[in-house]
């Protein structure tokens, strides 16, 4: 019987674009783990820890007799960038070392991670491979992040963000359409909108925000006044996100199985056009194709 040359500890998540890399875990977890919104660690067995450098390099070196011809990798799990830049040029050299291919290596960010790396420190680890960060903005608004849990601010997303620019990688940014609920929709739209107009990130995705184990965790520290958005609620905030969004070149992407209205496009080019989507969504139920709640997940 084959047996794949990582032993993962599951469940692992990475991003949608990451589906054909090799998952390199270097951490377990996730270093921060107390975003209300957020299940992806919360098992006992993802409990967070730095992988042993042994651990590591056994398994790139078991998937370079296995896979061969690699040419992407992600590190995960939750935030690789919590290691210290020595021992992430360390993984990268020996990535370098054993697939000769290799193409891109990216990875899940905290900002609060990149306030302890300069500029200088993330120029070498893009010059050793490293090309691309996923970094979870979330909300660009500071209540809606304090709500949450966060543990981020606008202020330190948009360093992290700026930094990343900077030193010449490339920044995929999430969203979350919801997560103010109907009291801080408004302002919830409008302020991610702003910060991202201020950062101008190369991708830019948005998701929805659920709760497949319930709303308990998140309505204790949010507030009484949570109340989450109907599907005509998340098209509304979608529409105000857009219109205040003044993006030059970034790809756009509300394709996650999250949402119910696909958008896909470049911003600003596209922007026109996806409002008009968005419009037709709002005003003409069963106009747009919309995806059927069956069909959305995680």
């Excluded at 042993?52 to 590190?75: Q, T, Y």
């Amino acid at each position: 019987m084959y047996s794949f040359p990582i032993d993962y500890v599951e469940p692992v998540f990475r991003p949608p674009s990451e589906a054909k890399s090799l998952i390199l875990p270097v951490t377990n977890g996730c270093s921060w783990n107390r975003c209300t919104f957020c299940e992806m660690y919360t098992q006992p067995q993802k409990k967070f820890r730095a992988r042993k450098p042994e651990e590591i390099r056994a398994d790139i070196e078991r998937a370079a007799e296995s896979l061969g011809g690699v040419r992407r990798v992600f590190l995960a799990d939750g935030d690789a960038m919590v290691l210290p830049t020595r021992r992430l040029l360390e993984i990268l050299g020996q990535l370098r070392e054993v697939f000769p291919d290799l193409h891109r290596v990216s990875s899940y960010c905290l900002p609060r991670n990149l306030a302890k790396k300069s500029v200088e420190e993330l120029a070498e680890l893009r010059d050793a491979g490293l090309a691309f960060m996923y970094v979870g903005m979330e909300s660009g608004d500071d209540e809606v992040l304090r709500r949450v849990n966060k543990g981020e601010t606008a202020e330190s997303t948009r360093s992290a963000l700026l930094k990343i620019r900077e030193a010449g990688l490339t920044s995929s940014v999430m969203v979350l359409n919801g997560l103010g609920g109907e009291t801080l929709s408004r302002q919830h739209a409008i302020n991610t909108a702003k910060l991202c107009n201020e950062t101008q990130p190369d991708y830019l995705s948005t998701l929805v925000v659920s709760f497949p184990q319930g709303e308990e965790r998140f309505r204790e520290g949010f507030g009484d006044d949570f109340r989450p958005l109907s599907q005509q609620g998340l098209f509304e905030e979608i529409r105000l996100f857009l219109e205040h969004l003044e993006l030059e070149k970034t790809v756009f992407r509300s394709d996650h199985a999250s949402n119910y209205l696909v958008l896909k496009g470049i911003l600003g080019r596209d922007k026109v056009s996806m409002l008009e989507q968005v419009n037709l969504a709002i005003s003409s139920p069963g106009a747009v194709p919309i995806r059927a709640e069956w069909m959305r997940g995680l």
